[in-house]
């Protein structure tokens, strides 16, 4: 099929400019491609399109009729194209980001709210996932994760830290150093039941091994876990702030850091980005700079 598009293209173009030569120049092949072209489409149509003579083509009654299918198939294909150049020149058309929803509402509606504002004609599709989607496969033009590692464009550091409900320190014995993490009960956020838990203070790093009864693989159910008194859960701090500030689960070992997690922006494709999803990743690149 694409190539019995291609030989009406060909064709089009020798008939706008009555000779193959011009034809040839126009589209940047020599005069034999052009010819072997038009022989194609003859062949597979079974009829004569040009009449050929030393001085000049002339159409056939079919090779006129077909003329003027190719001159709409040309130009329905340009202006196809001219729509792509406006969607990547303006901001215009859909914006599909996919991320968590605590980080929609912690940070992607907070730093686009403005721009989304100032741009009527850019519709913006939030979708709402927790692990990263296959962004050809669902149109995705930016997927936003936290993660242990930096890759795409990292735009911000978040840090981790422990917590665990007023009613269960008060039950259990108190917590001062890592090492009175044995005794105690850990929600694990996870698949393993076994998790290593690593810590740094004045520049020495250790890590203690932690067994769980408690496993889940949402943060969400663990903190939730954690707030009803069934132990001590390690959080991202967007995601514990919420029950930080209800009062629901208390820090603990504030003076020994957990590794930080970044937030990644990854886009769908290596190649040029279209203007929407350029300038959307430079507002969100603002945002957390300031």
């Not at 004045?202 to 889940?216: E, P």
């Amino acid at each position: 099929m694409l190539e019995k598009l291609r030989g009406m293209a060909v064709f089009a173009s020798v008939v706008r400019h009555g000779s193959f030569g011009a034809a040839a120049r126009e589209l940047g092949i020599t005069t034999s491609a052009v010819s072997q072209q038009i022989r194609s489409l003859e062949e597979d149509l079974d009829v004569v399109l040009l009449y050929r003579s030393t001085r000049k083509l002339s159409l056939s009654e079919a090779g006129e009729s077909l003329y003027h299918a190719a001159l709409q198939m040309v130009k329905s294909a340009e202006e196809g194209r001219e729509n792509i150049n406006q969607l990547k020149a303006k901001m215009t058309g859909m914006l599909r980001i996919a991320t968590s929803t605590e980080i929609a509402h912690g940070f992607v509606i907070p730093a686009l709210s403005r721009w989304l504002a100032e741009h009527e004609k850019l519709s913006l599709s939030i979708i709402s996932c927790t692990d990263t989607p296959n962004a050809i496969d669902n149109r995705i033009d930016l997927t936003i994760v936290l993660e242990n590692h930096s890759r795409g464009i990292s735009l911000t550091k978040i840090g981790q830290i422990l917590l665990a409900s007023p009613d269960y320190l008060k039950q259990h014995q108190a917590i001062s150093t890592p090492k009175d993490l044995f005794t105690h009960a850990f929600i694990a956020d996870g698949e393993q039941a076994s998790k290593n838990l690593e810590f740094q203070q004045d520049g020495k790093k250790f890590s203690i091994r932690m067994n769980s009864r408690l496993i889940t693989d949402s943060q969400q159910i663990a903190l939730s876990l954690a707030s009803s008194g069934h132990g001590i859960v390690k959080a991202n701090e967007l995601n514990a702030k919420s029950y930080i500030d209800d009062g629901k689960l208390i820090p603990i070992l504030a003076d020994y850091a957990l590794p930080s997690l970044t937030l990644n922006a990854i886009s769908s494709t290596n190649e040029q980005l279209p203007t929407k999803t350029k300038k959307c990743l430079e507002v969100l690149m603002a945002y957390f700079n300031q």
